[in-house]
Nanobody, 121 residues
C-alpha cells in the first residue's frame, strides 16, 4: 500500500506565495516521477508540473516562471513553490507519484487526497 500526504494549501491574496508539500510512504520500490495536478470547479484535472527521478522538470505554460517543482533529499517528497499567485490558480491541487511497488515492482499511479488553494482578495 502506498500513501501520498499533501499539505500547504490555504487562502492567499493575489501576488502572494504558497509552498505545497507531498510525502510518499508505504510499499515502494522506487519512485520514477512525481508531480502536481490541479482541478478547478467545473473543469477537468490538468497538469501543473512534474519531475523525474533524474531531476527533469516539465511545467504547464500557465505555471512557467511562477511555479517551481522540486524533490526533497529523501526522494520521497515533492514540493511546489507557487509565487505571484493569481485568482485563476484557485483549485484543488493533487500530488501524483509513478511508483514501482515492493515486492512486485508493478507500476501504478498514486494520488493524494488533494489540498485546496484559494487565491482571492
Amino acid at each position: 500500500q502506498v500513501q501520498l500526504v499533501e499539505s500547504g494549501g490555504g487562502l492567499v491574496q493575489p501576488g502572494g506565495s504558497l509552498r505545497l508539500s507531498c510525502a510518499a510512504s508505504g510499499s515502494i520500490f522506487s519512485i520514477n516521477a512525481m508531480g502536481w495536478y490541479r482541478q478547478a470547479p467545473g473543469k477537468q484535472r490538468e497538469l501543473v508540473a512534474t519531475i523525474t527521478n533524474g531531476g527533469r522538470t516539465n511545467y504547464a505554460d500557465s505555471a512557467k516562471g511562477r511555479f517551481t517543482i522540486s524533490r526533497g533529499g529523501a526522494w520521497n517528497t515533492v514540493y511546489l513553490q507557487m509565487n505571484s499567485l493569481k485568482p485563476e490558480d484557485t483549485a484543488v491541487y493533487y500530488c501524483n507519484a509513478d511508483v514501482a511497488n515492493r515486492p512486485t515492482m508493478m507500476r501504478y499511479d498514486y494520488w493524494g487526497q488533494g489540498t485546496q488553494v484559494t487565491v482571492s482578495s
